[in-house]
């Protein structure tokens, strides 16, 4: 993928990031933290800066630097993209070592709720010349049991072939390549879209200043994000990655997981399918 005048700015994404936030707070559940917890957290975090300040002989130069970019981080609108990438894949760790079902992983920045219902066996909204190898992801989902979910919801969403995702890019119809899909009778559900690409998180902000600086790599792998919800049971956020495909082993997000990798068969048609099935534990 290369950087063109079409291409999303780190600006222009982390505004979409943060009003699609902003949106869902209620869905995030972020409000009522007692403040003994918050105190205690943030005293962890404090904790470990200032020690991280000590092991390493940190300069008032070097502090004024590492001050002035989270100045730029703030100013830019940048803090969902920093925390999704960096961030977020310790928490899900954490939070995971309690639950049952499938694998989750990061959600990432790149969700917008309320996109179109479709039914079981579905096409996912595209243009009428996307490109990419057609892909026909099939399951079902089902509780912990073994007992079909008819009605469940599969959010879908995920990048194009050019690794761009639409309500983060320009010249991207709303809603491309995004969906919720409701599982039928069985909670079986058949989606029929396109492989994704891999792509570079937005490298011409401060994030990208960090990573550059830092001698890392910006990319993710290619990946379908997936959000399955029924009533009564714990919603899943996860990702499904591709074997074989460009910087699995070394997601700058660190979401990737074993358990989450498909391995699509031709269809002999020149496209791709692909079982993948959901298991969601009651609450």
């Not at 092991?55 to 100045?71: N, R």
């Not at 969906?179 to 879209?193: A, L, P």
């Not at 910087?247 to 048609?269: H, I, R």
């Amino acid at each position: 993928m290369s950087i063109t005048e079409s291409s999303p700015t780190a600006a222009g994404s982390g505004a979409s990031a943060s009003d699609a936030f902003r949106a869902s707070q209620e869905r995030r559940g972020v409000a009522g933290t007692p403040p003994e917890r918050v105190a205690t957290v943030v005293s962890a975090v404090l904790k470990g800066v200032h020690d991280a300040i000590k092991e390493h002989d940190v300069t008032y130069p070097e502090f004024q630097a590492a001050k002035g970019w989270l100045m730029e981080v703030g100013d830019g609108g940048e803090w969902p993209l920093f925390m999704d990438v960096f961030v977020e894949h310790v928490v899900e760790e954490v939070v995971a070592k309690k639950q049952q079902g499938t694998k989750g992983t990061i959600e990432g920045p790149y969700y917008l709720p309320d996109q179109v219902k479709l039914g079981s066996t579905c096409k996912l909204p595209r243009r009428d010349d996307e490109k990419g190898t057609p892909l026909v992801l099939s399951g079902q989902v089902r509780d912990v049991d073994g007992t079909p979910l008819p009605g469940a919801e599969v959010d879908i969403w995920h990048a194009d072939s050019d690794g761009y995702y639409s309500g983060f890019a320009p010249d991207i119809p709303d809603g491309n390549l995004r969906g919720v899909v409701v599982t039928d009778d069985e909670g079986r559900f058949e989606i029929n879209t396109v492989e994704a690409a891999p792509y570079q998180i937005p490298t011409d902000g401060p994030t990208g200043k960090l990573i550059e600086a830092a001698g890392w790599h910006p990319w993710r792998p290619a990946h379908l994000h997936i959000m399955v919800r029924a009533d009564g049971h714990r919603t899943i956020t996860t990702q499904l990655y591709f074997a074989g495909g460009d910087w699995l082993d070394s997601d700058v997000a660190e979401a990737t997981k074993p358990e989450l990798v498909l391995d699509p068969k031709d269809d002999g048609q020149g496209g791709k399918r692909e079982e993948y099935d959901f298991e969601l534990e009651p609450v």
